[in-house]
């Protein structure tokens, strides 16, 4: 049988099977989350160049999102075959799906759901000759890992984005409140970094950090800071769904308080954060991580690995988003 054609027939196999495993582990992506197809579709035979298989914890990050959109567009564009698996933020879901693509995926980027129980079913996918890269994590045994700074992102959140509101504001006193994930976070240590870049910009300023429980939305933590300090005003979020769930606990009882006092902000940009910037009000900026044209670069980059090529490792980026009128004052 042909090469290229016995590939095609591998990689549908891994889709069906992927199909499986999602009917009866993952759970779907839920109302709202992005809209992508699980997976591309598959080019014909003669076309295929590779094919790229795509783990993420759960479709609903917004890193997840865009990268996901970009990969599918660049495969597309580039005649590889593409497969996009949601784990629904289970490792076991996750390893079955890598042990499944080994043999049929040429590439496979991974954001890892647990990095330490991944670790034995990468060395079998290299076994099978594909070539494992880690997005935004750092994954043992992989050919590559391509990080996510989030000490970088913390800072960048903080110096180009609150720091200056409060600054403008002659509020150098503020009381912060950060909100944090416990365990691993993607990208990770970015409330460490808010907190030192608040600490160094507004020497002044009370620092409040919060831990929340994976797979809560931070509601709790939130009415908490509220009780313990009432003079609270600022609120950061290691991710979307903290900062809108503090929003929420803020401004949907009938005594809110005036927008124009409070400030809220996240690393993430996904599209309820986007659309939170553009109704105005007290959430003020956003770090995206919804970069399609990270995935767009990491397709070129697949592409050159599949052929045998030796590329340079790219960079995934970020980009800040302020609300607009924001964004024309700093212009």
């Known amino acids: 049988m042909p090469f290229r054609l016995r590939k095609a027939l591998a990689a549908a196999t891994a889709i069906l099977l992927l199909f499986a495993a999602g009917c009866t582990g993952a759970p779907a992506p839920a109302s709202g989350q992005s809209a992508?197809?699980?997976?591309?579709?598959?080019?014909?035979?003669?076309?295929?160049?590779?094919?790229v298989f795509f783990t993420v914890p759960t479709l609903s990050h917004p890193l997840a999102q865009g990268l996901a959109r970009g990969l599918q567009d660049g495969c597309d564009e580039r005649?590889?075959?593409?497969?996009?698996?949601?784990?629904?933020?289970?490792?076991?879901?996750?390893?079955?799906?890598?042990?499944?693509?080994?043999?049929?995926?040429?590439?496979?980027?991974?954001?890892?759901?647990?990095?330490?129980?991944?670790?034995?079913?990468?060395?079998?996918?290299?076994?099978?000759?594909?070539?494992?890269?880690?997005?935004?994590a750092t994954l043992a045994g992989a050919?590559?890992?391509?990080?996510?700074?989030?000490?970088?992102?913390?800072?960048?959140?903080?110096?180009?984005?609150?720091?200056?509101?409060?600054?403008?504001?002659?509020?150098?006193r503020a009381v912060v409140g950060i909100?944090?994930?416990s365990g691993r976070t993607t990208p990770a240590g970015v409330a460490a970094a808010m907190a030192a870049a608040l600490q160094e910009a507004l020497p002044g300023a009370t620092v409040v950090q919060k831990t929340v429980a994976f797979g809560d939305d931070g509601t709790a933590a939130m009415e908490e800071l509220l009780r313990e300090h009432r003079s609270l005003s600022?609120?950061?979020?290691?991710?979307?769904?903290?900062a809108l769930a503090a929003l929420a606990?803020?401004?949907?009882?009938?005594?809110?308080?005036?927008?124009?006092?409070?400030?809220?902000?996240?690393?993430?940009g996904g599209e309820d954060a986007r659309a939170?910037?553009?109704?105005?009000?007290?959430?003020?900026?956003?770090?995206?991580?919804?970069?399609?044209?990270?995935?767009?670069?990491?397709?070129?980059?697949?592409?050159g690995l599949a052929t045998g090529q030796a590329p340079a490792a790219p960079t995934l980026a970020t980009q800040l988003l302020l609300q607009p009128d924001e964004?024309?004052?700093g212009a």
């Open 234 to 242: 600022v609120v950061l979020a290691e991710d979307d769904a903290l």
């Open 179 to 181: 909100l944090q994930r």
């Open 249 to 268: 606990a803020v401004f949907d009882g009938e005594d809110a308080p005036r927008a124009d006092n409070w400030y809220f902000a996240s690393v993430g």
């Open 36 to 51: 992508l197809s699980v997976p591309s579709g598959l080019p014909v035979a003669g076309a295929v160049q590779g094919h």
């Open 79 to 136: 005649d590889l075959a593409f497969t996009i698996h949601d784990a629904g933020n289970d490792a076991a879901t996750q390893c079955q799906a890598l042990a499944e693509s080994a043999g049929t995926a040429d590439v496979i980027f991974c954001l890892p759901v647990n990095a330490e129980m991944l670790a034995p079913y990468v060395d079998a996918a290299r076994a099978e000759g594909a070539v494992v890269v880690a997005l935004a």
């Open 327 to 329: 964004d024309e004052a």
């Open 276 to 303: 939170a910037l553009a109704a105005g009000g007290a959430f003020r900026a956003t770090l995206s991580l919804e970069t399609s044209e990270n995935g767009t670069t990491l397709a070129a980059f697949a592409h």
């Open 143 to 172: 050919d590559d890992s391509l990080p996510l700074d989030g000490d970088a992102c913390g800072h960048t959140l903080v110096q180009q984005a609150v720091a200056p509101w409060l600054q403008a504001a002659g509020r150098t």
